[in-house]
């Protein structure tokens, strides 16, 4: 399992619903690392996607704790447990956590691997992502070069986790 977020110089990722960085370049990324993969993610921010409807061409995987949560297109689980269950019958390469942070922090100790974009901006936050670097474990591997787009620098960076926990 592994896990994609674009991440703010103090690891921000949100404020209020909303994220805080949208860049063209990433968000292509984004669909090209995801599609054809089964994505994890939270109700709060299946409802930040277009029409708040899953992702098309991705098996969605939505944790929720509302039990009479039904999405179409979506399977909602109302458990950690309950969600892992499902993990675990499918493949672990084909698992993408893409948030949000209450997801992120549940997951993140089964990822082996976090495929971060650094994004040089420090704007207001109140939702984050653990900070990588302080985490024991977790070393990041790759660190692409900087990049500009509309004025807005970022480069993408690969984390891994020595020994992630097993499904």
């Known amino acids: 399992m592994e896990c994609i977020v674009n991440v703010t110089e103090d690891w921000g990722i949100g404020l209020g619903d909303r994220l805080l960085v949208s860049l063209k370049p990433d968000l292509q990324r984004f669909r090209e690392l995801t599609t054809g993969k089964t994505v994890l993610l939270g109700r709060k921010t299946l409802a930040t996607f277009p029409g708040g409807r899953p992702l098309a061409g991705r098996r969605n995987l939505v944790l929720s704790t509302n039990p009479d949560l039904e999405i179409a297109g979506a399977e909602v689980f109302h458990s950690l ?13 084909e698992l993408m956590v893409i948030g949000g942070q209450q997801v992120y922090e549940q997951l993140l100790p089964y990822c082996a691997r976090a495929q971060v974009t650094r994004t040089r901006l420090r704007p207001p936050a109140d939702r984050f992502f653990p900070d990588l670097d302080a985490l024991p474990g977790w070393r990041r591997t790759e660190a692409g070069p ?22």
């Open 81 to 93: 447990p309950a969600l892992l269950a499902r993990c675990r019958q499918l493949a672990p390469e």
């Open 146 to 167: 900087w990049q500009t787009w509309e004025g807005t620098a970022f480069r993408y960076e690969t984390y891994v986790q020595d020994r992630p926990r097993p499904l």
